[in-house]
């Protein structure tokens, strides 16, 4: 019997929490429907799941850092995969765009405070451009 199929609804629920995504990121991750994940972890002990849909669940979890622990002793868990090298784990796509905007929002901030904004073409009056001359009438 594989260790898959100890996999419980708890651990599934823990799974998600820690790897902070809503039941639908885990289903376009999983290659799953939304319905089976909320069937999954709407159950209480072993989730009773086909071999490949735990195997796409686990490695869904597993690229957004979290792993499943089962020890001798009957105890089951979640935990964050360790990176290579001692890295943390990269962090989910979301929050990396969410830390990009941020910083794209503060360089605008600092560009407009630097540049100063030029009317537009129709809102300048001719005779306010140095460079263009007024031919005589």
């Given amino acids: 019997m594989s260790e898959l199929s100890r996999i419980t609804?708890?651990?599934?629920?823990?799974?998600r929490a820690f790897a902070r995504l809503d039941q639908a990121q885990?289903?376009?991750?999983?290659?799953?429907?939304?319905?089976?994940?909320?069937r999954l972890e709407a159950m209480h002990g072993p989730v009773g799941a086909t071999l490949?849909?735990?195997?796409?669940?686990?490695?869904?979890?597993r690229k957004s850092g979290v792993t499943f622990t089962f020890s001798p002793d009957g105890g089951l868990g979640v935990r964050g995969v360790p990176s290579p090298r001692g890295k943390p784990a990269p962090?989910?796509?979301?929050a990396?765009?969410?830390a990009l905007a941020e910083e794209?929002?503060?360089?605008?901030?600092?560009?407009?405070a630097?540049?100063?904004?030029?009317?537009?073409?129709?809102?300048?009056?001719?005779?306010?451009?140095?460079?263009?001359?007024?031919?005589?009438?």
């Fill in 26 to 38: 885990v289903a376009r991750r999983s290659g799953l429907s939304l319905e089976t994940i909320k």
């Fill in 9 to 15: 609804g708890e651990q599934l629920r823990a799974a």
């Fill in 96 to 98: 990396r765009m969410a």
């Fill in 104 to 112: 794209l929002q503060g360089l605008l901030d600092r560009t407009a």
């Fill in 52 to 61: 490949p849909t735990l195997e796409a669940l686990v490695a869904a979890f």
């Fill in 91 to 94: 962090e989910p796509v979301e």
């Fill in 114 to 137: 630097i540049v100063p904004s030029r009317p537009k073409r129709s809102q300048r009056a001719s005779a306010d451009i140095p460079w263009r001359k007024r031919r005589p009438g």
